[in-house]
């Protein structure tokens, strides 16, 4: 991923307070198409506003990959600015994922942890994050429920990681096939594969085990039957087709 700024120059002082405003809407719209990754901020020198962000690659702030309502938050940040605002890439986002640049795709994941700000969508082929105006027929209902489900999961896994009195209700969320967050998931990944005409999986976590020979044997938790792949394929191990569930053996 990059980082990038965009710089806009107010009319004047008198518009600034609304050129800041603009700008912070235009930077949510943004966020919600997936041409942001992650947070950003917004800062303010004299009659200059500066956005800053990370995104996917070099062309994910054309207006080409705008919606309606980012079309019209754009045109109204242009109205309020006495130029063409300024965008630049500074430089690589250290310690993040290069984005799926897949022509075609076979499938999706839908896969995060509590470090991750790049899109919860994994390209099934080359394992990158998918910027979601890279995926045509996804709707705006099924972004927000992407980034709300990311914000639910990844708050479970930061509780399994680093919460003591948590860790076990946090483990189940993320990795037993009848919790709330898994239901929840599961409702979502069949919205995704209804829009997007494409297998989509979703990832039950593994971290306790009885041993290798019995994670070898282990069956699927939605059929029963072997999901075992006969090659690890990045950090997954385990794919069932018909339950469209994925998994990888237990670390401890």
Not at 86 to 104: I, L, M, N, Q, W
Not at 127 to 153: C, D, M, Q
Not at 240 to 246: A, E, H, N, S, T
């Amino acid at each position: 991923m990059l980082v990038a700024e965009i710089k806009f120059h107010a009319r004047s002082r008198e518009l600034m307070e609304e050129l800041v405003d603009a700008v912070w809407s235009y930077a949510r719209e943004l966020r919600d198409t997936g041409q942001i990754a992650g947070g950003y901020s917004v800062s303010r020198k004299g009659a200059r506003v500066r956005l800053l962000c990370v995104i996917p690659e070099p062309s994910s702030l054309e207006i080409r990959f705008l919606n309606s309502s980012g079309r019209k938050g754009w045109r109204h940040v242009v109205k309020l600015t006495k130029a063409a605002p300024v965008v630049k890439v500074t430089g690589e986002s250290d310690g993040t994922p290069a984005y799926c640049s897949c022509a075609k795709r076979s499938a999706a994941y839908l896969f995060t942890t509590f470090l991750d700000v790049a899109t919860p969508l994994m390209c099934g082929n080359c394992r990158g994050p998918i910027p979601f105006y890279r995926l045509r027929g996804l709707t705006r209902n099924a972004r927000e429920g992407i980034l709300s489900w990311r914000r639910v999961y990844q708050a479970c896994d930061d509780l399994f990681i680093h919460s003591g009195f948590g860790e076990r209700w946090g483990y189940r969320q993320l990795s037993r096939l009848d919790s709330g967050l898994t239901r929840d998931g599961l409702e979502l990944r069949a919205q995704l594969e209804s829009e997007l005409k494409l297998p989509v999986f979703y990832y039950l976590i593994r971290y306790w085990g009885r041993g290798e020979a019995a994670e070898s044997r282990r069956r699927c938790p939605g059929c029963g039957g072997a999901w075992l792949l006969d090659k690890k394929e990045g950090c997954f191990e385990f794919r069932c087709v018909p339950c469209r569930l994925l998994s990888a053996r237990a670390s401890a």
